[in-house]
């Protein structure tokens, strides 16, 4: 009997790691064609064919095209390797914690263009079905980043203000040297060129402008 608990529980086991497998194929080629297509021109034709699946394997992951699209927006969110990699060690010096932060999400964004490519091109043109907006890159990126500077405050690092506000500003700031830099090609910088531009973001930002008087 143990025996053939034991086979069956390796058989289920082997099948969910299938099905995940199948699942992150989908996933990965949904990310690419999303990007490359739009929403609208992304058929589940192209993306199975991408994916070499056949479509009807789609639908038995996802229950719609919509559906679809919402899992590529959370499951492949640069957010949770964010999350995963950025430091949270309050004991280092603040613009040192800064910099080593905003380089571990540049390298994190430079890898998720595809991404981006969706955000900028169909995110903002499609309806808001009730429970998806919140699990945008974005809102989850400024949740996260809120919830940074809280801890900075905590700390005593940083004077007490509203978190969210300092989220989105600074937030505004690393997305935008990003997305012109990266996506639009506006401006490239050497290594040492974006090294020197972080650093002096980050002196702004903590410290302002105005002369002292």
């Known amino acids: 009997m143990q025996v053939l608990t034991c086979i069956a529980m390796k058989s289920r086991q082997k099948e969910e790691r299938a099905s995940r497998s199948t699942r992150d194929r989908i996933l990965d080629s949904a990310l690419q064609t999303f990007a490359e297509s739009g929403f609208k021109d992304a058929t589940t034709k192209k993306i ?3 994916a070499k699946v056949n ?43 800064m910099f080593r932060n905003v380089k571990t999400v540049l390298g994190v964004l430079r890898g998720s263009k595809h991404l ?33 500077f809280q801890m900075l405050m905590d700390a005593g690092k ?37 090294d020197r531009t972080i650093r002096e973001f980050i002196e702004i930002f903590l410290n302002g402008l105005r002369t002292e008087k």
């Open 48 to 50: 199975a064919r991408r």
């Open 116 to 148: 981006y490519m969706v955000i900028l091109g169909d995110v903002w043109r499609l309806p808001k079905p009730k429970g998806f907006a919140p699990f945008l890159p974005i809102s989850r990126g400024l949740d996260f980043l809120s919830a940074f």
């Open 158 to 194: 940083i004077r007490r203000t509203d978190p969210r506000i300092l989220a989105r500003a600074w937030m505004g700031t690393i997305q935008f040297y990003f997305l012109s830099g990266d996506i639009l090609g506006a401006e490239k910088l050497t290594q040492a060129e974006e």
């Open 55 to 97: 479509e009807v394997t789609i639908f038995r992951q996802f229950e719609s095209k919509k559906a679809l699209f919402t899992a590529v927006m959370t499951e492949r969110s640069p957010v949770n390797q964010v999350q995963k990699a950025v430091s949270f060690d309050v004991k280092m010096p603040i613009e040192e914690l």
